[in-house]
């Protein structure tokens, strides 16, 4: 059950082609995270211009204007399945929505079960509510 924040830059992208960006990393979190189906849980957040500052940390990325920041916060994916979700965001992105491989940046961290709370104050992974 992964959170997904996508960080874009504000007025780049209709609402149209936001969707479209969500779901493709929807549809990647249910081929390569294992999420269950209607786990969806994403939230899209515009930043004014310049105010996404992406550096290349020497690795000689051009970036441009169009630059996204996919955070994922998650519980107990390996390492093949993070890979495998890197690569997978980037070449459905670029393919689906014409966004430059080297526009994408993508973090994963970690959680764990007690951490989360999906409504009514309840830790229901906690509490055997959800399995």
Do not use: C
């Not at 189906?37 to 051009?62: C, M, N, S, W």
Request: proline residues 2%; glycine residues 8%; without cysteine.
């Amino acid at each position: 059950m992964p959170l997904v924040h996508i960080h874009v830059t504000e007025g780049r992208r209709t609402d149209a082609e936001l969707r479209r960006f969500a779901d493709v990393v929807q549809e990647v979190m249910l081929d390569h995270f294992a999420a269950p189906a209607r786990d969806r849980y994403q939230v899209i957040a515009e930043h004014k211009p310049g105010r996404i500052i992406l550096e290349d940390t020497g690795l000689g990325f051009e970036r441009t204007d169009d630059a996204v920041v996919i955070q994922i916060f998650q519980q107990g994916r390996s390492l093949d399945q993070k890979r495998a979700a890197f690569g997978a965001l980037a070449d459905r992105l670029h393919a689906e929505t014409g966004l430059r491989r080297a526009d994408l940046v993508v973090s994963v961290a970690s959680n764990t079960r007690e951490d989360w709370s999906f409504g009514d104050g309840v830790a229901q992974f906690v509490d055997g509510v959800l399995a």
